[in-house]
């Protein structure tokens, strides 16, 4: 059994900076690549970020390149995804799950909201 709890959304401003946490339980998450993904407003899912278990792996969507980096804490089983120069289209909500996700696994989400 696989539990994903995310933390660390909120407001800002364009241009700040937020840290997400996922904080994963479960053997499986403890052996697993790793991904972020968010939902904004009337939109699908869609990934953002993924990691290795290793964490010498790390994949980005071409949006986040440059301003998003992914990686993960094995022995406290946790993954973070810092956000630098946040823009207004980053609003969204953010989930962490395994690769490849599985649904059952999705937990609720940090609320991201970015204003101009």
């Known amino acids: 059994q696989v539990q994903l709890v995310e933390s660390g959304g909120g407001s800002v401003q364009a241009g700040d900076s937020l840290r997400l946490s996922c904080a994963a339980s479960?053997?499986?998450?403890?052996?697993?690549?790793m991904a972020w993904f968010r939902q904004a407003p009337g939109k699908d899912r869609r990934f953002v970020a993924s990691?290795?278990?290793?964490?010498?792996?790390?994949h980005y969507e071409d949006s986040v390149k440059g301003r998003f980096t992914i990686s993960r804490d094995n022995a406290k089983t946790m993954v973070y995804l810092q956000m630098n120069n946040l823009k207004p289209e980053d609003t969204a909500v953010y989930y962490c799950?395994?690769?490849?996700?599985?649904?059952?696994?999705w937990g609720q989400g940090t609320q991201v909201t970015v204003s101009s």
């Open positions: 990691i290795s278990w290793g964490g010498d792996d790390t």
């Open positions: 799950n395994t690769v490849p996700y599985t649904d059952r696994y």
């Open positions: 479960g053997h499986s998450a403890s052996s697993a690549a």
